[in-house]
């Protein structure tokens, strides 16, 4: 996660920016968290997810469904097969986590380098 510039950046330089991107951050926390710990991630209920992002539970679940098809070109990029809950899992009447089987690496490993910055 590119915090600052607000994206969600995946290997082979697509991303997910504005309502997809905070969509994101809201889980990323607990998801970080449970993994330095080697523990469950947590589901979040739809109430917290929507009070983080700071818009209706309605809102929110809208965007998870614009979510999830914005990450179809992923599909074809990566070659691996996406279905509902292969990024953002759902449990119905609990709520909504990363999933586990997701990792998240160092900004500067997907990245390339900046030439400019290596002829200095």
Known sequence: MDHGAGQ?????????????YRFVNALIESFRSAK?????????????????????????????????DALDPLTVML?????????IETKERVGYRINPAWHEIALGDIQPPNPAASQE
Do not use: K
Request: hydrophobic share 35%; aromatic share 8%.
């Open 8 to 20: 969600v950046l995946f290997h082979g330089g697509y991303c997910l920016e504005g309502a997809n």
């Open 36 to 68: 330095r710990t080697r523990s469950e991630i947590p589901f979040m209920t739809p109430h917290d997810v929507a009070a983080t992002m700071e818009v209706s539970e309605q809102s929110m679940r809208q965007q998870l469904r614009r979510l999830r």
């Open 79 to 87: 070659g691996i097969p996406l279905d509902q809950d292969s990024f």
